[in-house]
């Protein structure tokens, strides 16, 4: 991605989902991904797709086992005791 690409996809981002802490940050080295940040927290990354002279730009986020709060208890299923005629 160019730099016109980071700012214009930026924006919309930051638009869309109604925050400003939305960053698309340009990859240090040329052939690097371009990443996707919440503030300083690295959520994903941003890829430019281009197929037949249409541009598209795809997200994938990355969410961590280990940053989900802990999976409730589930309860047993309830009893319906089947149809009543």
Known sequence: ?????????QAYLRTLLGNDQVN??????KGATTELAVGREVIGTVHRDEDEGEVSFSINIIVLEEDLA?????????????PRR
């Open 24 to 29: 698309v940050v340009a990859p240090p080295r």
């Open 1 to 9: 991605m160019n730099a016109s690409d980071i700012t214009r996809v």
């Open 70 to 82: 802990p999976a409730a208890a589930s309860a047993p299923a309830k009893a319906t005791g089947g």
